[in-house]
């Protein structure tokens, strides 16, 4: 018996590939529903996701989709989805999409642009070590790229602060190609042919239909803490108000906080390790226009907000441009994003402040000229873990966990994307269940981040 403490996407991902190779398992969840952060909610005909937006996937997510009957549900990104832009001088710039736009446009200066092309013939080195994501970036490609696309992108993606976080944590995959090849670009070239073709999408009815999915037909237990641990003999007894559950092994699956007060009176330095890793808040801002009112043609997947800029949100997507069958035929859907390590007084403000900043906001850069007809607020006090360096010591402390048969599955360790938290599961439930290395075709770790406002 293995028992999955926590029914987020990850802790689902590994209870339904445990199940799958045959293995008992539990699900205690402390929540009254399943799914974590995925959330999706149906307001007045608009599907509003209240987390994560897309879901950026290779074939690998598809077959696991397929074998949740949820293939037919796929909806792709609309075509203007290839299109990113960033604010400058207080108006959007599309962002090049490929060598040629980017040497032909406005975005970035022509000393950046010679920067980034001759970033293979570069050769330096890190100042210090561990290099924060702003230092890596600005040793290889100039502070203007760092300031006006690595800011925000950290800031969209990951609610960070690109000189706090950590490259080699946050974005191992082009940290790893810089130290092997000693470029980028170069790096990235070599590793092409072992990257799998990612796109992005949403499901149908919502993706919190993918959890929801995981979650059917294992044995899931809603309203159900784990209140305690205590070890024995042959494993751990797991401690719930509905009475104990014996278990060879037990997958921490919730936030560390949570998990550090679980293994803190057996493991009491790693538990101080897990207790110190910090969180980023997030508000997530749904607003509905009708599409009359919006002059922005909103031709894109959205807008990053770089920090130079002095922003009131960190970026906003375009929700009704990406899935046109979210709203009605006659409106629109903006999501913004407000908070972040970058804007934490931004989120710290009360809900009538927040609500009419991102409104001045939009009126200036997507010249919206009415009042919202809807709009909802969702407040994220942990939205996203820190890899920071208050994150370097739980690599160690995962592994010692695992040795007590406590092993870790959670967004605060190997990735926070859905992606990344799908791959993790499959990935500890086949050791867990003696399989072997995943096959072939199977969900494979994530290239690189993915840009997500």
Partial sequence: MIVVIGAGLSGLSCAWHLREAGVEVVVLEAGDRVGGKVRTVEE??????????????????????????????IVPVADVARHRHVLRGGEYRTLPGGPLAFLCGRAFSARSKWRLLTEPFRRNRPRQTPETVAAFFRRRLGQEMVERLIDPFI?????????????????????????????????MLKRMHTLRRRDSFTLRHGLESLPRALAAGLDVRLSCPALGLERGDDGWTVVTAAGPIAADAVVLALPAPAAAALVEPWLPRQAQDLAGLGYAPMAVVHTVFRRTDVGHALNGFGALHPRAERPFAAGAIWSGSLFPDCVPAEETLLTSFVGGMQFVDRYAVDDQTLLAGVNDELARTCRTRAAPLRQRLTRWAEALPQYDERALPIAHAASVLAGERLHVCANWHDGVSMADCLEKGERLARRLAGTGPAPEGALAPCAAARLTV
């Fill in 44 to 73: 007045a005909g608009c599907r509003l996701e209240l987390g994560p937006n897309t879901l950026y996937a290779h074939d690998g997510h598809r077959a696991l989709l397929a074998r949740l009957g949820l293939d037919g549900d």
């Fill in 155 to 187: 800031g969209g993606v990951f609610a960070g602060d690109p000189e706090h976080l950590l490259a080699s944590l946050t974005l191992p995959a082009i940290y790893d190609a810089e130290r092997d090849a000693g470029s980028i670009l170069l790096g």
